[in-house]
């Protein structure tokens, strides 16, 4: 039987993540570029490159370090024939156009140096029609070596137009065929690249559509080997709606949460940008109110065991979504409130490259556009400092990161996420146009710190006791003191 090797890594509950599409982020002198690069500032595009690399990510982990990122998310790194890389030529090379391996080992060995940990993309559902063994297929047909690698049709293959493509491809996208697991040589060539980039150093797996591997017996096989190498390797389902078959212990530590990215939006988003998100898997978001919001949320706690609230991958964007501000329909008072919750709730907050700058940008491939660093120089921004803010106190604040939560509201528009088995901290966030009273349903009375103020403040204490009362859609984040 196979043997199960622990829980949520302890770690991640202390986590913050900051996702990084490699292309776009940074990039270094030290890295030769290829001749054909659409310039940094220009609008990106489906298929161009700017040139981004590893040791860019490497040479600006001061500015991580400094915004409180203790992890990073990289995208996909292996060689390719696409920005992205979602498009696998070589699973055991790190592109070129990044630095290669040894980028990836100066950056993993420069983030473990300041305490940081690196999680890499698998995408282990498909490969590419650049794929060895596809490339084989191709070539020698019917007599290929490789040919319950993938699951084949009919001959001829159509690759690259001219019919039927005679194989399964992911969306039936022709340049990326779909691998059979159920060959054991596939399964081991994956389960063996999984290993090795472990060995390397990565500390995880972010899994790409993991669920169209539809055979709990590969990722409780792939559970168990990737623990046998690394007994901390965070593993993190792509999983977009209900994710309980995934999260029982035996497969993945969390999947991508973005059950909560819809009820945040759902509860801040005045403006919701539905034609933006109709084109992603966020679509259909509903308005919430407070107390919709905290019905929603506390069922979402409750459906999965506690291992994996903690090990929740918490975001409002990613390289598949629009940005939260454009999300949001440009409101960034209402993107500032969705940064709020993110980093209060159970589980890993992850921010998306450039979220923290306030950036702008509907669906790939306007999501994904190359950073602003002329920008971040010059920075003097409410949401930057939000989140800086932010990421201080929870690692300040054991309850933020570890501690049991309870999401509450009243009927004007007050939310309280209270976390600590006391409640030792209580975030409240009020969505109304209107100063909001905070009663005691809500906070007991009492005596607290405002951490963003650092000012004790009482509540409702005495006789004469007067309620704290909470700006219009602002937030108040309180510990509370021994009386």
Request: proline share 5%; glycine share 10%.
């Amino acid at each position: 039987m196979t043997r199960i090797f622990g829980g949520t890594p302890d770690w991640v509950r202390d986590a913050v993540f900051y996702q990084v599409f490699p292309d776009r982020f940074a990039k270094s002198d030290r890295v030769p570029k290829a001749g054909n690069l659409e310039t940094w500032e220009s609008p990106p595009t489906l298929a161009g490159y700017k040139g981004g690399d590893l040791l860019g990510v490497a040479e600006r982990l001061d500015y991580l370090q400094d915004l409180g990122i203790t992890a990073l998310y990289l995208t996909p790194v292996f060689q390719s024939a696409s920005n992205h890389r979602y498009h696998t030529h070589d699973y055991y090379r790190v592109d070129p156009m990044l630095g290669g391996d040894a980028a990836l080992r100066e950056l993993i060995d420069s983030a473990h140096g300041r305490g940081m940990r690196v999680v890499i993309d698998g995408v282990f559902n498909h490969a590419s029609r650049g794929f060895f063994q596809f490339n084989d297929l191709l070539e020698s047909g019917r007599a290929s070596a490789y040919l319950d690698w993938f699951h084949v049709r009919h001959f001829p293959l159509h690759a690259y137009g001219g019919g039927e493509l005679g194989y399964d491809a992911w969306w039936n996208i022709a340049a990326l065929p779909k691998f059979n697991t159920r060959t054991p040589a596939v399964r081991e060539f994956l389960f063996g690249v999984a290993e090795y980039w472990l060995r390397f150093g990565a500390d995880g797996w972010r899994l790409d559509v993991p669920n169209e591997i539809d055979d709990d017996g590969f990722w409780r096989e792939f559970r168990a080997r990737c623990r046998a190498v690394a007994s901390d390797a965070y593993l993190v389902g792509e999983i977009w709606d209900d994710a309980a078959r995934w999260l029982q212990g035996d497969m993945f530590d969390g999947v991508m949460n973005y059950p909560l990215t819809r009820a945040i939006f759902g509860l801040v988003g005045r403006q919701v940008d539905h034609g933006e998100l109709s084109r992603s898997g966020l679509n259909g978001i509903a308005p919430l109110g407070a107390a919709g919001f905290a019905d929603s949320v506390t069922k979402l706690l409750r459906r999965h065991p506690e291992e994996a609230v903690a090990g929740q991958l918490n975001l409002l964007g990613s390289h598949d979504t629009p940005r939260v501000l454009t999300s949001l329909g440009g409101d960034a008072v209402a993107a500032r409130q969705a940064l709020f919750l993110l980093f209060v709730m159970p589980g890993a907050p992850c921010v998306y490259y450039g979220d923290e700058l306030g950036l702008a940008g509907g669906h790939d491939p306007n999501c994904r556009q190359a950073l602003p660093w002329d920008e971040v120089a010059d920075r003097d921004d409410d949401t930057f400092e939000l989140v800086r803010a932010l990421t201080r106190l929870r690692a300040r604040h054991t309850a933020l990161r570890r501690g049991a939560a309870g999401v509450t509201a009243n009927d004007v528009g007050m939310v309280a996420v209270r976390r600590g088995e006391r409640g030792e901290v209580t975030a409240l966030l009020n969505v109304s146009d209107e100063p909001a009273r905070v009663d005691h349903g809500l906070l007991p009375a009492g005596t607290y710190r405002d951490l963003f103020a650092d000012r004790v403040v009482r509540h409702g204490v005495g006789d004469a006791g007067q309620p704290l009362s909470v700006e219009p859609r602002g937030w108040l984040l309180l510990e509370r003191l021994q009386d």
